[in-house]
């Protein structure tokens, strides 16, 4: 679950940051997310 938590809090950082990207890393992270399933 600790690497979960990184990377849910990476993403907040990314969406404040730059929220263009938005869906594509959306979609990027449902890709990763499938591939781990």
Same mark, same amino acid.
């Given at each position: 679950m600790k690497d979960r938590?990184? =990377?849910v809090?990476?993403?907040f950082l990314i969406?404040? =940051?730059c929220p263009k990207t938005l869906k594509n890393l959306h979609d990027s992270y449902?890709?990763?997310f499938n591939k781990t399933q």
């Open positions: 938590k990184i =990377t809090n990476w993403l969406i404040r =940051t449902l890709e990763i």
